[in-house]
């Protein structure tokens, strides 16, 4: 019997530092993840300079840690990989570098991962092989797209949000309801006590079939309902400001917030499995963990008679386990990258 084939995998494309070591493209043998919540949270929002600083701090030691829990050594490696693209470009170069030495110091084979197409491969950690060909959502502060992925790593897009995405809009709204950040979480806890169907925020679909997304048009009618009067401005000038909001009403926007983002995403995630006859729903992504969508995802997959696949809450959000698990696929494929690698904060490939 051979013995498992490990990747150590390093993640810095935003604000969270982590590396993992999986076995086979799938076990999951460690996974380190240094959290900066705090670091931004009196922001509302990630800070791309203190980001990539407090990356430098933590990079060596989540290493450390990864490889420790996994009982690894560098001679157990069969290669290094590490998230290239897209994201902050100064918190990309930061494991990007380390990955690098190390794949250098160790004459191990480098691999560079994008991070969107791991987020689609995450439902796949610690659990069987996706079955393909599949329709992809991957929905996150940064990122709102579907793909049809024929396999790990053959993956073309179908749409893409034209302004904000989801977990943005989320973000956006928590703070203006004072829920907190991040806002995925904040929103999710106020909406269990709340009416979906308090106030009737718009859903965006776009013209005919369309497969994009749009959320800039929610987000401020959800502005207009908390500070001005509802059903959005009156003729002639800004709208007039409001009194606070009380729990029950907070809960109620956050409700009926969630209900709209839900639907979008929902319907879009509908019509791509239509149109490209897929089997296989996937969606991954920070905004994943949501509970309100994961419910409509598993209601619509049996509409559609689709196998549902969603990725452990733990994999929900950015991690270096799906950089890893992506990265065996490539090492069998016999793709891996040279030292002239570089980091680009937008999709190349």
């Not at 995998?9 to 493209?25: I, K, R, W």
Request: charged fraction near 20%.
């Amino acid at each position: 019997m051979s013995s498992p084939r490990l990747i150590l995998g390093v993640e810095s494309s935003c604000d969270e530092t982590a590396a993992a070591v999986v076995a086979d493209g799938r076990e999951v043998r460690s996974s380190v993840v240094a959290s900066q919540i705090e670091l931004h949270a009196r922001y509302g929002g990630v800070v791309p300079e203190i980001a990539s600083r407090a990356h430098i701090e933590a990079i060596d030691t989540v290493i450390e840690r990864a490889l420790a829990q996994a009982g690894a050594r560098p001679d157990d490696l069969a290669a290094v990989a590490v998230t290239d693209e897209p994201g902050l470009i100064g918190s990309l170069l930061v494991g990007l570098m380390a990955a690098k030495a190390l794949a250098w110091a160790w004459s191990k084979p480098l691999i560079g991962v994008n991070h969107v197409y791991a987020h689609a491969y995450s439902p796949a950690l610690d659990a069987e092989p996706i079955d393909y060909p599949a329709v992809a959502l991957v929905c996150s502060g940064g990122h709102t797209a579907l793909y049809r992925c024929d396999s790990p790593t053959e993956i073309q897009l179908l749409g893409s949000t034209i302004d904000d995405a989801a977990g943005e809009a989320f973000d956006k709204v928590a703070s203006l309801l004072e829920l907190g950040y991040p806002g995925g979480p904040a929103i999710d806890r106020a909406a269990r006590e709340g009416d979906p169907a308090a106030v009737d925020f718009p859903r965006t679909l776009l013209k005919g079939q369309s497969l994009d997304f749009s959320f800039s048009g929610l987000k401020t009618a959800v502005l207009y309902h908390v500070r001005g009067v509802p059903g959005g401005r009156r003729p002639g000038g800004d709208p007039p400001q409001r009194g606070p909001l009380t729990p029950a009403e907070v809960a109620d926007v956050a409700a009926s917030f969630q209900a709209a983002v839900v639907d979008v995403l929902r319907i879009k995630l509908r019509r791509a499995v239509r149109q490209s006859g897929a089997r296989t729903i996937v969606i991954g992504g920070g905004v994943s963990a949501n509970s309100a969508l994961r419910a409509a995802a598993r209601t619509l997959a049996e509409k559609l008679g689709c196998e549902l696949r969603l990725p452990e809450l733990a994999y929900c959000v950015d991690n270096a386990a799906m950089i890893a698990g992506l990265a065996d696929h490539h090492l069998r494929a016999g793709r891996t990258d040279g030292l002239d690698l570089a980091a680009h904060p937008t999709v190349r490939r």
